[in-house]
T-cell receptor, first 114, second 118 residues
């Protein structure tokens, strides 16, 4: 059974701190790993990672994939209260027919205190 | 770009009612859309894959007669929860992916529909 595990499940830090969120996976036919941010409604896309060792960066957020270790991390530097959200890690698989739905982890609930 | 619109946002209805949820890709064509369900304090679980012009593919444990999916055009998929009961109360979210071109595109999500069955 395909599995995506995130840690920690919840994290409380102070504004300005740097956080690292973890995601590990056990799946067959790995295609890509995605990070999403979920606030009150649906998830918004952050990063898609397909190649190992290549960091993707967007402002204060960055992510990297390690295919050997079957894991990924999401870093947020100089955190702000607006970063408070649930961060979801998901894995997409190759399938014979083309697109597969995503397998999600349980998410990390990040709370940034002022 | 890559905007997915979902309607309605909230539905509250009586047990036994059928409820239809629409998912539209606004600025791209989506031959495949996906339907997920999220229970409180849990992650998103894939229910089914909706394919334009053909039958949907359902995940194990999801009743196809209960959750009817229609994907009649390249920009619209609908999920109908038939004869809904309180245990069907959940947050339903659709996603779509732009398959034009050769680059691998991420799935983009609609804003979700919160369904409450009384």
């Amino acid at each position: 059974e395909d599995k995506v595990v995130q840690s920690p499940l919840s994290l409380v830090v102070h504004e300005g701190d740097t956080v690292t969120l973890n995601c590990s996976y056990e799946v067959t036919n790995f295609r890509s790993l995605l990070w999403y941010k979920q606030e009150k409604k649906a998830p918004t896309f952050l990063f898609m990672l397909t190649s190992s060792g290549i960091e993707k960066k967007s402002g204060r957020l960055s992510s990297i994939l390690d295919k050997k270790e079957l894991s990924s991390i999401l870093n947020i530097t100089a955190t702000q209260t607006g970063d408070s959200a649930i961060y979801l890690c998901a894995v997409e698989l190759y399938s014979g027919g083309g697109a597969d739905g995503l397998t999600f982890g349980k998410g990390t609930h990040l709370i940034i205190q002022p | 770009g890559a905007v997915v619109s979902q309607h309605p946002s909230w539905v509250i209805c009586k047990s036994g009612t059928s409820v239809k949820i629409e998912c539209r890709s606004l600025d791209f064509q989506a031959t495949t859309m996906f339907w997920y369900r999220q229970f409180p304090k849990q992650s998103l679980m894939l229910m089914a894959t909706s394919n334009e012009g053909s039958k949907a593919t359902y995940e194990q444990g999801v009743e196809k007669d209960k959750f009817l999916i229609n994907h009649a055009s390249l920009t619209l998929s609908t999920l109908t929860v038939t004869s809904a009961h309180p245990e069907d109360s959940s947050f339903y979210i659709c996603s779509a992916r732009d398959f034009t071109g050769y680059s691998n595109q991420p799935q983009h999500f609609g804003d979700g529909t919160r369904l409450s069955i009384l």
